[in-house]
């Protein structure tokens, strides 16, 4: 059974959520007439997240390093606290989670709350936020090894894939009412990302001797 979960937290669920981004691609594609503009980004975010996970594991990986180390400050960044099943865990959660956003929003005739996209603003605001402060620490630890730009594991679609989505949504506030209930809606946006796909997975599944650990460090051999 350990085996089968650490094949699953190594490549195989990188793999499904591919799938996932070419689904939810290919139903934007098809309803591109069909689908407001806000939709479409709902949609996209969904897709997003696997892509966004392959440059932060897999071309060029590392993310795990910066976020264990320049976050918590980690002796074990191939670990603790963040492991390949809690990562897993949590990049999973807001893929389905968006995925299911989609899918109420298509329910309703393809209107998208105000509140959902308030949050979805503020996400992919900390996406960007939190990369630039990963970038940021990594190039004042390493420029003596020769580090030159602030570029960090997810850093390339942080910037040009969410950050692209967050000004569209952004160019689609203008003229739209906020309600209470909107202002509701975002801030439970933003606890099912932090909440339910970060913090609680981290903290059930952190452990010092964590058999789920990352092989490598990515971009950050180069470095170290």
């Known amino acids: 059974m350990k085996k089968d979960m650490?094949?699953?937290?190594?490549?195989?669920?990188?793999?499904?959520?591919?799938?996932?981004?070419?689904l939810?691609?290919?139903?934007?594609?098809?309803?591109?007439?069909?689908?407001y503009t806000e939709l479409k980004v709902i949609a996209a975010v969904a897709a997003l997240v696997p892509i966004h996970v392959v440059e932060e594991w897999v071309f060029p990986g590392g993310f795990h390093f910066q976020y264990n180390t320049?976050?918590?400050?980690?002796?074990?960044?191939?670990?603790?606290?963040?492991?390949?099943?809690?990562?897993?865990?949590?990049?999973?959660?807001?893929?389905?989670g968006y995925m299911i956003f989609t899918l109420i929003c298509v329910l309703r005739g393809g209107e998208v709350r105000t509140g959902l996209i308030m949050g979805t603003i503020a996400f992919c605001a900390l996406e960007l936020i939190i990369h630039t402060f990963f970038g940021t620490k990594a190039y004042f630890r390493f420029r003596k090894q020769?580090?030159?730009?602030?570029?960090?594991?997810?850093?390339?679609?942080?910037?040009?894939?969410?950050?692209?989505l967050g000004v569209i949504l952004c160019r689609c506030m203008p003229g739209r009412t906020i309600e209470t209930l909107d202002w509701g809606i975002c801030v439970?946006?933003?606890?099912?990302?932090?909440?339910?796909?970060?913090?609680?997975?981290?903290?059930?599944?952190?452990k010092k001797d964590n058999q789920y650990f990352f092989k490598t460090n990515g971009y950050y051999d180069r470095y170290l």
Request: glycine fraction near 10%; charged fraction near 15%.
């Open 6 to 22: 650490n094949w699953w937290c190594d490549r195989a669920w990188i793999l499904f959520g591919g799938w996932i981004s070419v």
């Open 24 to 35: 939810m691609t290919g139903l934007i594609l098809l309803y591109w007439n069909d689908w």
């Open 70 to 96: 320049f976050l918590y400050h980690s002796v074990q960044p191939d670990r603790y606290p963040m492991c390949r099943k809690s990562d897993m865990i949590t990049n999973l959660e807001a893929t389905f």
């Open 146 to 164: 020769g580090k030159q730009t602030i570029y960090g594991p997810g850093s390339i679609t942080a910037y040009f894939g969410f950050g692209v």
């Open 188 to 206: 439970m946006v933003l606890l099912f990302i932090g909440v339910c796909c970060i913090l609680i997975p981290e903290n059930l599944l952190k």
